[in-house]
């Protein structure tokens, strides 16, 4: 049993540490090494009043508007690791294990919440707001993994930006703690990192604490000493040490080499654990720019590569980077859940699994293909780039298909 959450690194940093007045967001989703991760976009949408939304494993009510949203989600599940909404929020989430043992039963997952909050939040506290609501309302719990034979279950801690600003919320059971940031370079992990600064709670979260006897009252309020079970709280030292040495320079380069890095175990290669895909989004502070959000829907960024999206009306769906869809007939629906496994494949991560054993087994091709990839990789960073320096308003025409064509590209090299 997967008894330690994934080692998931998300990152943040704002200006001065990051360049040209842009907030710069990254994740590296780190599951089960055979887990297949797509890219979903799903554009706005009104819905009747009373009408409900089916969530992995439960279902609530709907609310009247929902906002666009780019996903990399686990291809099994309703929720995501982490995406971005129209109005420029990004939300990625970290499993945690807290001294409070996870729910077995099904209510909302962490990666439900991500998505939840992006769908209704028009801002990083609205998303904020959006999550500790729901977790009051339905908890959280239910199976992490697409495993039939063992319930893996985390509590929830999660990074939540915009333009502005961003939170670190965590989570145990439905109480939550959160904290504000505007300035440096942040990295959260698969453990606690709030300790005496905190800005929101739960109203009961410190009587709730004292009850447990937990916490005496007397001393400074720690959230992570006193929710932590006793080896658990240590900062992600190496993820922030990795980003801090770009000094003043944290641009969308900067934030992929730090996800690619394996050294610093940023970049998560292990027995039980891979880095299944990677985010990297550019938040402009000048609201008149667009947000411009990298994405692999491959493994292992180290041998993947990122490719942009910006939302537009109309945009180009991608369905060679989305799994099947099996409907009602899904194992992941049907109870008991997960008794056999479908092939959730699709067409980018089959090409890119032939591209793996390349730069496995042939070095000479496998560095060729890697140059290529990665000179593909640099055109669109430099071509996003000029759209975020350039005075003239974005024609939404000249990027309608960008992360279709980036992948359709990349598709072509593999074959």
Same mark, same amino acid.
């Given at each position: 049993?997967?008894?330690?959450?994934?080692?998931?690194?998300?990152?943040?940093?704002?200006?001065?540490?990051?360049?040209?007045?842009?907030?710069?967001?990254?994740?590296?989703?780190?599951?089960p090494?055979?887990e297949?991760?797509?890219?979903?976009?799903?554009?706005?949408?009104?819905?009747?009043?009373?009408?409900?939304?089916e969530? +992995?494993?439960?279902?609530?009510?709907?609310? !009247?508007?929902?906002?666009?949203? *780019?996903? &990399?989600?686990?291809? @099994?599940?309703?929720?995501?690791?982490?995406?971005a909404?129209?109005?420029?929020?990004?939300?990625?989430?970290?499993?945690?294990?807290?001294?409070?043992?996870?729910s077995?039963?099904?209510?909302l997952?962490?990666?439900?919440?991500?998505?939840?909050?992006?769908?209704?939040g028009?801002?990083?506290?609205?998303?904020?707001?959006v999550?500790?609501?729901?977790?009051?309302?339905h908890?959280?719990?239910?199976?992490?993994?697409?495993?039939?034979?063992?319930?893996?279950?985390?509590?929830?801690?999660?990074?939540?930006?915009?333009?502005?600003e961003?939170?670190?919320?965590?989570?145990?059971?439905?109480?939550?703690?959160a904290?504000?940031?505007?300035?440096?370079?942040?990295?959260?992990?698969?453990?606690?990192?709030? +300790?005496?600064?905190?800005?929101?709670?739960? !109203?009961?979260?410190?009587?709730? *604490?004292? &009850?447990?006897?937990? @916490?005496?009252?007397?001393?400074?309020?720690?959230?992570?000493e006193?929710?932590?079970?006793?080896?658990?709280?240590l900062?992600?030292s190496?993820?922030?040490?990795?980003?801090?040495?770009?000094?003043g320079?944290v641009?969308?380069?900067?934030m992929?080499?730090?996800?690619?890095?394996?050294d610093?175990?940023?970049?998560?290669?292990?027995?039980?654990?891979?880095?299944t895909?990677?985010i990297?989004?550019v938040?402009?502070?000048?609201?008149?720019?667009?947000?411009?959000?990298?994405?692999?829907g491959?493994?292992?960024?180290s041998?993947?590569?990122?490719?942009?999206?910006?939302f537009?009306?109309?945009?180009?769906?991608?369905?060679k980077?989305?799994?099947?869809?099996?409907g009602?007939?899904d194992?992941?629906?049907?109870?008991?859940?997960?008794?056999?496994? !479908?092939?959730?494949?699709?067409?980018?991560?089959?090409?890119?699994? @032939?591209?793996?054993?390349?730069l496995?087994?042939?070095?000479?091709?496998?560095?060729?293909?890697?140059?290529?990839?990665?000179?593909l990789?640099?055109?669109?960073?430099?071509?996003?780039?000029?759209?975020?320096?350039?005075?003239?308003?974005?024609?939404?025409?000249?990027v309608?298909?960008?992360?279709?064509?980036?992948?359709?590209?990349e598709?072509?090299f593999?074959?």
């Amino acid at each position: 049993r997967m008894a330690a959450a994934p080692p998931s690194y998300c990152f943040v940093a704002f200006p001065p540490c990051s360049k040209d007045g842009l907030v710069v967001f990254g994740k590296n989703s780190a599951r089960p090494r055979d887990e297949v991760q797509e890219v979903v976009y799903f554009a706005a949408a009104d819905h009747d009043p009373g009408s409900k939304v089916e969530c +992995t494993y439960i279902e609530i009510e709907q609310v !009247p508007k929902t906002h666009a949203v *780019v996903l &990399s989600r686990p291809s @099994w599940l309703w929720g995501a690791e982490m995406g971005a909404n129209e109005h420029g929020v990004c939300v990625a989430n970290e499993a945690v294990v807290t001294r409070e043992p996870a729910s077995e039963s099904e209510a909302l997952l962490g990666m439900d919440l991500v998505r939840l909050g992006l769908e209704r939040g028009a801002t990083a506290k609205e998303a904020l707001d959006v999550i500790v609501t729901l977790l009051e309302e339905h908890g959280q719990g239910g199976n992490y993994y697409e495993d039939g034979s063992s319930c893996h279950t985390f509590q929830s801690a999660f990074l939540i930006v915009d333009r502005n600003e961003a939170w670190i919320l965590e989570t145990s059971g439905k109480y939550w703690a959160a904290e504000k940031i505007t300035e440096g370079v942040k990295c959260i992990c698969n453990q606690l990192s709030l +300790t005496t600064k905190i800005d929101a709670e739960h !109203p009961e979260l410190r009587n709730y *604490v004292k &009850s447990q006897g937990w @916490w005496n009252g007397d001393s400074d309020f720690n959230f992570s000493e006193v929710f932590s079970l006793a080896d658990g709280h240590l900062a992600c030292s190496s993820g922030r040490e990795s980003l801090e040495k770009q000094g003043g320079d944290v641009s969308a380069q900067a934030m992929i080499d730090v996800l690619r890095d394996k050294d610093s175990g940023v970049c998560v290669d292990s027995e039980s654990f891979l880095t299944t895909a990677s985010i990297v989004s550019v938040l402009p502070q000048d609201p008149s720019f667009p947000c411009v959000h990298y994405f692999t829907g491959t493994p292992d960024p180290s041998r993947s590569i990122f490719k942009p999206f910006i939302f537009v009306d109309d945009v180009k769906l991608v369905p060679k980077v989305q799994s099947p869809s099996f409907g009602n007939d899904d194992p992941a629906k049907k109870i008991p859940r997960f008794q056999e496994k !479908p092939d959730r494949r699709h067409e980018l991560y089959k090409a890119h699994e @032939w591209a793996r054993s390349l730069l496995e087994n042939d070095q000479d091709k496998g560095q060729k293909l890697m140059r290529i990839m990665l000179d593909l990789e640099k055109q669109g960073l430099e071509a996003m780039e000029d759209i975020l320096t350039r005075t003239e308003v974005l024609d939404p025409a000249e990027v309608v298909d960008l992360f279709y064509d980036c992948v359709d590209t990349e598709l072509k090299f593999f074959k």
